[in-house]
């Protein structure tokens, strides 16, 4: 609590909209320190990144030792980062020389990324946050994280997560709390915040993430980033270490929604190993560059969802934002309807407040998790719970999961069938209203102070449907914080949903980096920042 109060009394406030701007421009155009003499890689897109490595104006190990850099500079404050890759500037030499002999393989050749920290990498540890798992190091990739190592990217190393992904802030007892980049006192979100935080303070290109309810969509809307929740089954959950397999799903974390589509490409599709990806085969382009949207929105029909859009008088701060982003829409030739799904509070809020599935899976999944890695320092959540080596902050969320047995398996049962409802509900409105996609606020709320709760999440109706949506940056609020704008599609219509992201993006310039000059200055460094 002293850090906190602490930090608190040094950090930088958020700056007003046109304050922040002019500050963002100078740290930009007056020579990063950190900057490369050839070519500046701060907020360059993969395309960018792409032509400077091709002119010889970048190699990828400048690019690895850029970021580095940063980290060094910059993470004290934000404890984004978990453990970094040993071995990111020898793959980065080796990438440079296959480039140099027989050109890239492809769009993510030599490009640096990160992923998030439940992701099984060969040669690191994946502790999923928890303290207890330090020192374990599966042998194989993850699925995802193969097909990023085959597409030519390096992987510079894994990012903090809200411990277990149980919760929607970022903090955990392997390596403690992560920071907003643009407010040290407010999280990032979660549980995919470290990613969403190093992404956004430019520590490398784009970064994974994983999604069971918002925590792919929140960490990109408290940090002016675009995140994909795709279909459910559209990317494998192979080798991650799971939540809950109904909802668990890993996306692409980016700062353009081009860069974004890069990423999604070569992580996306059917997988043996994930039964659940089946569902994909045939329902992807041959690339998701080709959804995106160099014009206007001509002939889009979007449909602002009432149900969450202000539930509670506070989140009028947040609906002014979002209502600005629908009128920017509009200008760009969208047809912007609200509307109203009969029962929707019922059918989103089922039992325990529509977490119920999450709760229930969870208890079975980490055991079967652990089953199947016979080598992990700990064999089931009971044994995690008798521990007590495990952050406050989830405690509650572990002893619910640990209380299903059987005698819950028939409300389980009901609330499988009670989501196909909510997702059918769903999938009529739009249908009735002839609409493209829904749209609402990501959060209600803007990022909270560390160690308070993160009200007005709207993460449950696509985690519970398994509806595909993607957020995208909305604007600032007066006092300077991130807010994003979830769009919903049908099933298998993310090439839709990346259309609409795109040229809202292009057109609106919303994403606006932090000021890490600033904030690295007047922060005092995060105690528990450790990088194994």
Not at 94 to 100: K, N, Q, T, Y
Not at 236 to 260: E, F, Y
Not at 387 to 400: F, K, M, N, T, V
Request: include cysteine.
């Amino acid at each position: 609590m002293l850090l906190v109060l602490l930090l608190a009394a040094l950090s930088a406030r958020p700056l007003p909209a046109q304050t922040q701007a002019l500050a963002q421009a100078e740290e930009m155009s007056s020579g990063d320190p950190l900057a490369l003499a050839r070519f500046d890689p701060l907020e360059a897109s993969i395309a960018e990144l792409q032509v400077a490595m091709g002119s010889g104006r970048l190699t990828a190990r400048e690019l690895v030792d850029y970021y580095l850099a940063r980290i060094a500079r910059y993470d004290p404050a934000l404890n984004s980062i978990a453990t970094l890759n040993p071995t990111a500037r020898s793959r980065a030499d080796a990438l440079d020389l296959e480039r140099a002999e027989s050109g890239p393989r492809g769009p993510l050749h030599g490009i640096v990324l990160l992923v998030k920290d439940n992701f099984e990498t060969r040669g690191m540890p994946t502790t999923a946050g928890s303290v207890l798992l330090h020192g374990f190091q599966p042998e194989q990739d993850a699925e995802v994280v193969k097909r990023l190592r085959s597409a030519g990217a390096i992987l510079l190393g894994k990012t903090n997560m809200h411990e277990f992904a149980y919760g929607i802030t970022t903090v955990g007892s392997g390596f403690g709390v992560t920071r907003n980049p643009y407010d040290v006192t407010r999280n990032p979100g979660g549980s995919s915040g470290g990613t969403a935080a190093a992404v956004t303070a430019n520590f490398a290109v784009a970064g994974l993430g994983t999604d069971t309810c918002g925590s792919i969509r929140i960490p990109a809307a408290h940090n002016n980033l675009v995140g994909l929740r795709g279909t459910q089954g559209l990317v494998s959950r192979s080798g991650i270490v799971p939540l809950s397999h109904t909802q668990d799903i890993a996306g692409p974390i980016a700062r353009s929604v081009a860069d974004l589509a890069l990423v999604l490409d070569a992580i996306a599709g059917f997988d043996p190993k994930d039964e659940q990806t089946a569902a994909s085969y045939g329902n992807q382009p041959k690339t998701y560059q080709d959804a995106l949207r160099a014009g206007d929105l001509a002939g889009i029909r979007i449909g602002v969802l009432e149900d969450l859009l202000i539930v509670e008088p506070a989140d009028m701060e947040v609906a002014d934002v979002f209502g600005a982003a629908m009128s920017e829409m509009q200008s760009l030739g969208a047809t912007v309807e609200r509307i109203h799904i009969d029962g929707f509070e019922a059918l989103q809020s089922s039992r325990v407040d529509g977490f119920f599935v999450l709760i229930h899976e969870f208890k079975t999944d980490i055991n079967a998790y652990f089953a199947s890695h016979p080598n992990a320092p700990v064999a089931s959540l009971d044994e995690i719970l008798l521990s007590g080596q495990y952050d406050p902050a989830i405690g509650e969320s572990l002893r619910l999961s640990q209380a299903m047995d059987e005698r819950s398996d028939q409300d389980y049962l009901a609330e499988l069938a009670h989501r196909e409802r909510f997702r059918l509900a769903v999938l009529a409105a739009m249908a009735k209203q002839k609409l493209d996609v829904l749209a609402y606020p990501t959060l209600r709320r803007t990022a909270a102070l560390i160690d308070a709760a993160q009200p007005g999440s709207n993460c449950r109706l696509s985690a519970n449907t398994g509806l595909p949506a993607l957020s995208v940056p909305a604007g600032f609020t007066p006092a300077g914080l991130p807010v994003g704008l979830e769009l919903l599609a049908r099933p298998w219509r993310e090439e839709v949903l990346l259309g609409i992201g795109h040229a809202y993006e292009r057109s609106t310039r919303h994403r606006r980096a932090p000021v890490l000059g600033r904030t690295a200055a007047k922060a005092a460094p995060v105690e528990e920042a450790q990088h194994e």
